[in-house]
């Protein structure tokens, strides 16, 4: 289930809600009973090859990209 992160514009507290997709839009109070929140832009940082290339670790030439620049 996707977490979303929301700040308090009352306290000034930062908390997350675990919530489906379906309902990322819907507002939330804050643990402290305040119900003036606000979602906030969260970003994913994605590292790693992931099995891009063979178990060698190069990539075949000309890639995705066709320069063989192994992306």
Not at 2 to 29: H, I, K, L, W
């Amino acid at each position: 289930m996707p977490r979303y992160e929301f700040r308090c514009r009352a306290c000034g507290d930062t908390f997350e809600v675990n919530r489906p997709m379906a309902e990322a839009g819907q507002p939330a109070s804050c643990p402290q009973g305040h119900t003036d929140t606000v979602k906030l832009l969260s970003t994913v940082a994605v590292t790693g090859r992931g099995g891009a290339g063979p178990a060698g670790g190069t990539a075949p030439a000309g890639g995705c990209c066709g320069g063989g620049c192994g992306c």
